[in-house]
T-cell receptor, first 115, second 116 residues
């Protein structure tokens, strides 16, 4: 069965620290990869996504993620976090084609940034 | 743009009754809509995927007859929890996309269901 693993469940960082959140998936075929973020009291929203091309993708608010096919990974990074980055981050995989889609979310990582 | 609404935001019902939750894409045409369930301190569990005008595709373990999904238009999908029981109490979230596995999902705010 397809699975998505986020190993860091809760991360606490000071402002200006660098961030890397891990995401690994188990499916070996073609995948479309997403990072979503949920700020306190808000809906889930897209940070960035990858489906082909340059494996280093840039998203909103200074976030980026690198797709490493050989490691089945899609880690999220930010060089310098801000207090406003406090949120829960979800990695998701959509394996599908045409009308069929199979979406799996990771368990999420809660990031707390201390001023 | 790309706003998705859900109604109601919360609902309390008696065991045995049915509850309908609406998911609307307000400013775009949603070819595909997704329904998720989220348990406390857990991730989103996909319940079903629906394409406009087609029957929904349910995930393994999700009862089709209990969780009825209708996606009759490009802006509206409904989830009906039939004969609800306390174990159906949960947070239900919908999302909508323009279709295709590469498309971004736009999420609704969720509906909290409590079955007494």
């Amino acid at each position: 069965a397809q699975s998505v693993s986020q190993h860091n469940h809760h991360v606490i960082l000071s402002e200006a620290a660098s961030l890397e959140l891990g995401c690994n998936y188990s499916y070996g075929g073609t995948v479309n990869l997403f990072w979503y973020v949920q700020y306190p009291g808000q809906h889930l929203q897209l940070l960035l996504k990858y489906f082909s091309g340059d494996p280093l993708v840039k998203g909103i608010k200074g976030f980026e993620a690198e797709f490493i096919k050989s490691k089945f990974s899609f880690n999220l990074r930010k060089p310098s976090v801000q207090w406003s980055d406090t949120a829960e981050y979800f990695c998701a995989v959509n394996r599908g084609a045409g009308g069929y889609q199979k979406v799996t979310f990771g368990t999420g990582t809660k990031l707390q940034v201390i001023p | 743009g790309a706003v998705v609404s859900q109604h109601p935001s919360w609902v309390i019902c008696k065991s045995g009754t049915s509850v309908k939750i609406e998911c609307r894409s307000l400013d775009f045409q949603a070819t595909t809509m997704f329904w998720y369930r989220q348990f406390p301190k857990q991730s989103l569990m996909l319940m079903a995927t629906s394409n406009e005008g087609s029957k929904a595709t349910y995930e393994q373990g999700v009862e089709k007859d209990k969780f009825l999904i209708n996606h009759a238009s490009l802006t509206l999908s409904t989830l009906t929890v039939t004969s609800a029981h306390p174990e159906d109490s949960s947070f239900y979230i919908c999302s909508a996309s323009r279709g295709g596995a590469r498309e971004t999902q736009y999420f609704g705010p969720g509906t909290r269901l409590l079955v007494l």
